[in-house]
């Protein structure tokens, strides 16, 4: 199965800075089927991003989706305080569907 | 608007079944791929496995011997069975589908 690795585990910082995500896969994943969630304490995940790149419908346009092949990104221009959460990255062109560790962003 | 909603027992014996059902509103079930997923604060998020009408099922290699993920059409409802559960089995249990839909999730406890 394909192993995701997030990268960092936490990230601490303060409302209104650039945030930048890490997801690594152990092989290429199929058609570049990479999904970002966002998850808050006591709620089910929220999809932001698909296919590496294409925004969730009601997503801000805050967060954006890069990478292919292997190496993928999720970037929050300017954090608002309702984004400090647990993401993960999920990748669904091969099964079994795999999902990363998480990195936690919290305020600095 | 699609939403789902997961329903069935909290609590569950060892050696039983882990029966779940997803309750799909403002779209057919008869389109999509629908999921059912596990989250434990060990093992984090699990895929178990998905159905889709018109192919058929698609489970994780792990569950495979005990899982069984079936649709209702008529109720547009699907359906988790789990046998053989053990205490690891213990998870916030969500279903999934239309594209990133999910359900608030719910709780199963695995104990005597």
């Known amino acids: 199965e394909i192993v995701l690795t997030q990268s960092p585990g936490t990230l601490s910082l303060s409302p209104g800075d650039r945030a930048t995500l890490s997801c690594r896969a152990s092989?290429?994943?199929?058609?570049?089927?990479l999904a970002w969630y966002q998850q808050k304490p006591g709620q089910s995940p929220r999809l932001l991003i698909y296919a590496a790149s294409s925004r969730a419908t009601g997503i801000p346009d805050r967060f954006s989706g890069t990478g292919s092949g292997t190496d993928f990104t999720l970037t929050i221009s300017r954090l608002e305080p309702e984004d400090f959460a647990v993401f993960y990255c999920q990748q669904y062109g091969t099964t079994p569907w795999t999902f990363g560790q998480g990195t936690k962003v919290e305020i600095k | 608007q699609v939403q789902l909603q997961e329903s069935g027992p909290g609590l569950v014996k060892p050696s039983e079944t882990l029966s779940l059902t997803c309750t799909v509103s403002g779209v057919s079930i008869t389109i999509s791929h629908w999921s059912w997923y596990r989250q434990t604060p060990g093992k984090g998020l699990e895929w178990i496995g998905y159905?889709?009408?018109?192919?058929?099922?698609n489970y994780n290699p792990s569950y495979m011997s005990r899982v069984t993920i079936s649709l209702d059409t008529s109720k547009n409802q699907f359906s988790l069975n789990l046998n053989s559960v053990t205490a690891a089995d213990s998870a916030v249990y969500y279903c999934?589908?239309?594209?990133?839909?999910w359900g608030p999730g719910t709780l199963v406890t695995v104990s005597s």
């Open positions: 092989q290429t994943i199929t058609n570049n089927y």
């Open positions: 159905v889709l009408y018109s192919e058929g099922t």
């Open positions: 999934e589908g239309y594209g990133g839909v």
